[in-house]
């Protein structure tokens, strides 16, 4: 894994219906580790110190519109193609349902849901030196995934639970209109556009990563954000890598007229999708 390249997303925040039941689905499933937990709450850890997913519950909470805006999927990097193919054997024993498994040239993937619905990417990238770019586009496909080879990765101790190592590699987003969401997050927050497909979906990133945030219609075109009480994505972390520019970032936001706000320190904004973010140093 290229540490050059995160964090950038840090924590992520579900709104849930059963905290206890998707808290087993994250720890034994998944394998990640309790942070801290109280009545209706709990934060998930990989190492032990950084919390990469908060659940908080709501029972009152409806399940969300899947044609609204909101989460496409979490993305949890793992370190090595052998914690992939561990994982994959893991949840073959386990029989968890997989929604597919793709090569995108730059990363190999799973993708799978949690108990309530929420997308999930599990994926190892490929050596950096390898992705093919052009005019600042990187270039991804999605392909099948090659599980034959895969699984020649795994090893003799087998799944343990998530790595150390993980971290939250990116996150996709479903929004309502594409150009309104680059001007926010290109011309305001200032990722960079590195990959685009027509008015349908765009891919950026900091640092020539392939991406930190996907956005795309593909369900949610021209519509709102989902009901006030309802399942599925409360807020997620962008991490900036100093003071000067997550300010600079709040001003460019301000002059875009994006609504903020100052919780105590902790700043909040929100996307014209709708989509609340915390911008954090």
Known sequence: MN???????????????????????YTDILGFRVHEQSPGAVSLTADGKTVLLKLEEDIEAKVRN?????????????????????????LAQTRYPLQGASDHD???????????????EIYIDRDA?????????????????????????????GWTGMPAETVNGHIHLQI???????????????????????SQALFISWRKYHHHIGLNTWNSAGQGPPKEKSTG???????????????AAIARLKELNAWISDEGGT???????????ILEV
């Open 267 to 277: 700043i909040i904004t929100k996307d014209p999708s709708g989509i609340k973010m």
């Open 66 to 90: 899947p044609r609204t805006t909101g989460l496409y999927h979490i993305a949890f990097l793992l370190p090595e193609r052998a914690d992939l193919a561990d994982v994959l054997k893991h």
């Open 3 to 25: 540490t050059n390249f995160h964090p950038v997303i840090g924590a992520v925040t579900l709104t849930v219906q059963n905290v206890e039941r998707m808290l087993a689905f």
């Open 233 to 247: 994505l409360k807020h997620f972390t962008i991490i900036f890598s100093d003071e000067d520019e997550r300010r």
């Open 129 to 157: 030196a390898s992705w093919k770019w052009e005019n600042d586009q990187v270039f991804m496909t999605t392909k099948p995934l090659d599980i034959e080879n895969l699984m020649e990765n795994a090893t003799e101790a």
């Open 176 to 198: 309502s209109d594409l150009e309104d969401s680059k001007g926010f997050y290109c011309n305001g927050i200032s990722f960079d556009p590195v990959l685009r497909y027509g």
């Open 106 to 120: 730059v990363s190999e993937a799973l993708y799978l849901a949690d108990p309530e619905g929420n997308g999930i």
